[in-house]
């Protein structure tokens, strides 16, 4: 069962249930304290009214 779902030895699962009362078996997600470092850190930072300015930009010039 575990090869036709695709499950490696230390795999997280969970039972759900649906709502006639069955269940299913799906892969757990894991912790988000594993995606550190996965992305890398931005070069400058950008405050929100530059965010706003730029966005504010874009619908102007989005054809309508």
């Known amino acids: ?3 036709a779902l ?3 030895p ?3 699962v969970e039972f759900v249930e649906l ?3 069955r269940f299913t ?3 757990a997600t894991c912790s988000v304290k594993r995606l550190k470092g996965m992305a890398r850190k931005p070069k400058a930072t950008v405050n929100i ?4 300015t730029v966005d504010a ?3 102007l010039s989005t054809p309508q």
């Open 1 to 3: 069962m575990g090869v």
């Open 19 to 21: 709502e006639d009362g």
């Open 49 to 52: 009214d530059d965010m706003n």
């Open 57 to 59: 930009g874009r619908l």
């Open 25 to 27: 078996i799906v892969t």
């Open 10 to 12: 230390g795999d997280r």
């Open 6 to 8: 695709g499950l490696n």
